[in-house]
Structure formats: structure tokens, C-alpha cells
């Protein structure tokens, strides 16, 4: 015996929100395949940029533990020459004492030239010059008739490298009168 249901609105309410409920569930199952391979995307592309970066880091260190390994090796080949020439001079036992000062004078334009191509600048002030405590070290304040804090002689040069101080200037400066 069948039975018939008195209000059949109810079936056809009931059969359209199970088609409904059927309908969302599918496509929350397919926006949640969509988000699954969007997070299988990302996190590929996070892993890859990860290695890269971790790539990029080793080699950057390895690039500068050589360059720190390697970092004289300009300026030694510049001093090269140099060596060579005094290394010739102490060759000749009998050379003449103009010949020597000939030789000196053309080993110091070398060394002068090694120490140019390699940045490296004289700091040699004229009498007079403003004392620099950046650039200039004072070894004694002396009376003199120049303007207070001036340079009065040079004791020593001092060298520059690039624009960094390698030696400071050994200087005597004019005392405050």
C-alpha cells in the first residue's frame, strides 16, 4: 500500500533544497580542489624562490671569501716590477754610485706608479695648510709666524687609499700665538 503524501509542495521544497544542498556541495568541492591546487601552486613557487635565494646567498659568500682571498693580488703583481728592479740592482756588485741613484730614482717612479694604479694617494700638506685631525697627526705645536693650527713642516707623509686613511700625516703645527 502506497501511501500518498497529503501535501506534495512539501516533496518538491524538500526535493529542491536537496538539489540545492547537492549543487553547493559540489562546487564547494570544486572551489576547494581550485584553493588545494592554488596552495600546491604557491607553495611551489615559495619552495623554488627559497632555493633560489638560499642559491644566491651561498654564492654571494663564496664571491666574497674570494674577493677577501684574492683581495692584494692587483697590487701585488703592481709591486712585482718593483722588486724585480731592486733585485737587479743588488745583482751588479760593482756598480757605480750613479748608477745606483739612477737606478733608485727608476725603482721609486715604479713603486710610485703601483702605489697610484692602486689608489693609494699621498697626504704631504704645504706649510701653511689647515691642520686636519682626519688626515694629519700632530707630533708637536711649535711657535711659529704662521697662522694658529697650520701645518708648519711634514714629518712623514701619510697615504690615503681610495679616499680612506692609510697613514696620517706626521705634521708640526703653529701654536696659538
Known amino acids: 500500500m502506497t501511501q500518498d503524501n497529503p501535501n506534495p509542495e512539501i516533496d518538491v521544497a524538500a526535493q529542491d533544497q536537496a538539489v540545492a544542498n547537492e549543487a553547493a556541495v559540489a562546487h564547494a568541492d570544486a572551489r576547494l580542489q581550485e584553493l588545494e591546487a592554488k596552495h600546491s601552486e604557491l607553495s611551489d613557487a615559495f619552495l623554488r624562490a627559497k632555493a633560489e635565494t638560499e642559491n644566491a646567498r651561498r654564492r654571494a659568500d663564496e664571491e666574497i671569501a674570494k674577493a677577501r682571498k684574492y683581495a692584494v693580488e692587483s697590487f701585488?703583481?703592481?709591486?712585482?716590477?718593483?722588486?724585480?728592479?731592486?733585485?737587479?740592482?743588488?745583482?751588479?756588485?760593482?756598480?757605480?754610485?750613479?748608477?745606483?741613484?739612477?737606478?733608485?730614482?727608476?725603482?721609486?717612479?715604479?713603486?710610485?706608479?703601483?702605489?697610484?694604479?692602486?689608489?693609494?694617494?699621498?697626504?704631504?700638506?704645504?706649510?701653511?695648510?689647515?691642520?686636519?685631525?682626519?688626515?694629519?697627526?700632530?707630533?708637536?705645536?711649535?711657535?711659529?709666524?704662521?697662522?694658529?693650527?697650520?701645518?708648519?713642516?711634514?714629518?712623514?707623509?701619510?697615504y690615503l687609499i681610495a679616499d680612506r686613511v692609510l697613514r696620517p700625516a706626521l705634521v708640526t703645527v703653529a701654536a696659538a700665538a
Open 76 to 158: 701585488a703583481d703592481s709591486l712585482l716590477p718593483v722588486k724585480d728592479s731592486l733585485e737587479a740592482a743588488l745583482a751588479i756588485p760593482d756598480a757605480k754610485p750613479e748608477q745606483m741613484l739612477e737606478g733608485v730614482h727608476a725603482t721609486l717612479r715604479q713603486l710610485v706608479s703601483a702605489l697610484e694604479r692602486n689608489k693609494v694617494a699621498e697626504i704631504n700638506p704645504s706649510a701653511g695648510t689647515k691642520f686636519d685631525p682626519h688626515q694629519h697627526q700632530a707630533i708637536s705645536v711649535v711657535p711659529a709666524a704662521q697662522e694658529p693650527n697650520t701645518v708648519v713642516a711634514v714629518l712623514q707623509k701619510g
